[in-house]
């Protein structure tokens, strides 16, 4: 069964720190996968998908992730965090054939001043 | 984003009353979702309909009714709600159903049940 793990349910960094946000999942095939972000009181805003191709994908706000096979992996990387990106990150898997993601249970982001 | 709004943002209810949250998608969209999110656990894909036809019921308890008239719209009624119930319910949508499509949110209904 599909299943997808962020093993870091709280991070905390600096303000102009490097940020990366760990996503594991478990699949057979290759998957597709998204991740989400969700600022308090809204609702989730797609940041970047990948389905196939260039394993480094790029997506909105300055973020990028990158897709390794190999350690079934997908984390979100961004290079220099602002004060604006504190919220919570979320990994989505979704398995073909089928209408469902499985989300994983997010990472909440501080980011210190 | 606008594309998908949410009513109402706030609801408090008796577990004894009936009341409705409703889902507009201005996006052009096929396909509409309902999940619940509660605290410390995934989100919960509850119901998907596709062409206002109903592909995916995740197992959710009667209590709660979903009704799609068209695919713009989306509706649960929800009646003898449990505690257990009070959460924050998300309405999405996507171009077509499937696990390949990016969905797009509202900002979400959040439910407390006296």
């Known amino acids: 069964a599909q299943s997808v793990t962020q093993p870091d349910i709280h991070i905390t960094v600096s303000e102009g720190a490097s940020l990366e946000l760990r996503c594991n999942y478990s699949y057979g095939a290759t998957p597709y996968l998204f991740w989400y972000v969700q600022s308090p009181g809204q609702g989730l805003q797609l940041l970047l998908k990948y389905f196939s191709g260039d394993t480094l994908v790029q997506g909105i706000k300055g973020f990028e992730a990158e897709f390794k096979r190999s350690q079934s992996s997908f984390n979100l990387r961004k290079p220099s965090v602002h004060w604006s990106d504190a919220a919570e990150y979320f990994c989505?898997?979704?398995?073909?054939?089928?209408?469902?993601?499985?989300f994983g249970t997010g990472t909440r982001l501080k980011v210190l001043a | 984003e606008t594309g998908v709004t949410q009513t109402p943002r706030h609801l408090v209810m008796g577990m004894t009353n009936k009341k409705s949250l409703k889902c507009e998608q201005h996006l052009g969209h096929n396909a509409m979702y309902w999940y619940k999110q509660s605290a410390k656990k995934p989100l919960e894909l509850m119901f998907v309909?596709?062409?206002?036809?109903?592909?995916e019921n995740n197992s959710v308890p009667s209590r709660f009714s979903p009704e799609c008239p068209n695919s713009s719209h989306l509706f649960l009624h929800l009646h003898t709600l449990q505690p257990e119930d009070s959460a924050l319910y998300l309405c999405?949508?996507?171009?077509?159903?499937?696990?390949?499509?990016?969905?797009?949110f509202g900002d979400g209904t959040r439910l407390s049940i006296l």
């Open positions: 999405a949508s996507s171009q077509d159903a499937g696990s390949n499509q990016p969905q797009h």
């Open positions: 309909y596709n062409f206002k036809e109903q592909t």
């Open positions: 989505a898997v979704g398995a073909s054939g089928t209408y469902k993601y499985i």
